[in-house]
């Protein structure tokens, strides 16, 4: 019996980070781009975070494949603070070294890692399905992947893409060359 792929996609470019913030020209341009790509890998369930620009991304290939896109707030973007931080990239990186550190009204990278687990194994014991598609946000995605790989941090983080993907087998995950398939 084949493993269940469970397949974490990075929205594509976005005009802000607000819930509403739509993808941007060259983001809508990615969405499309995708479709070949998320044929190949057969995805053949939907979830996604509530925000509009995860959403805009699986879109397309939702419409193309006839799939339901479920949404789940739990794949929200972490919150690392409701207050302005002019130095948030500084304290961002504190949260990869402190997963308990919180911020005024945010939630620490622990709490985000449980919200993102859960997914994880809701849809892991969905029998019916094969490959999943889970599109959220860089930073809850990478605390998920440092879970499973504890040499990707904040370095990592930070050189992730819009979109991005990770495929995540079993307790291996791994990235997915998107030009490298998109090009055979």
Not at 93 to 103: A, G, Q, R
Request: with cysteine; glycine share 6%; aromatic share 8%.
């Amino acid at each position: 019996m084949k493993t269940k792929s469970l397949y974490f996609i990075r929205h594509c470019k976005a005009g802000g980070q607000e819930s509403n913030a739509p993808l941007t020209k060259d983001g809508e341009q990615s969405a499309k781009d995708l479709v070949p790509l998320l044929e190949k890998l057969q995805i053949d369930y939907i979830i996604s975070s509530p925000f509009k620009r995860a959403v805009q991304t699986i879109e397309p290939f939702a419409h193309q494949a006839g799939l339901k896109i479920h949404i789940d707030e739990a794949l929200s973007e972490r919150i690392l603070s409701k207050e302005p931080m002019d130095d948030w990239l500084v304290q961002l990186k504190k949260t990869f070294e402190d997963i308990d550190l919180t911020f005024p009204s945010g939630e620490s990278s622990r709490e985000a890692l449980d919200r993102i687990l859960n997914v994880v194994n809701e849809v892991s014991g969905i029998n019916s399905v094969k490959n999943v598609g889970i599109v959220s946000h860089g930073n809850i995605m990478s605390l998920l992947i440092n879970h499973f790989d504890s040499t990707f941090g904040f370095d990592e983080w930070s050189r992730m893409k819009n979109p991005d993907i990770f495929l995540l087998e079993g307790s291996n995950i791994s990235r997915v060359e998107i030009e490298k398939i998109l090009s055979n």
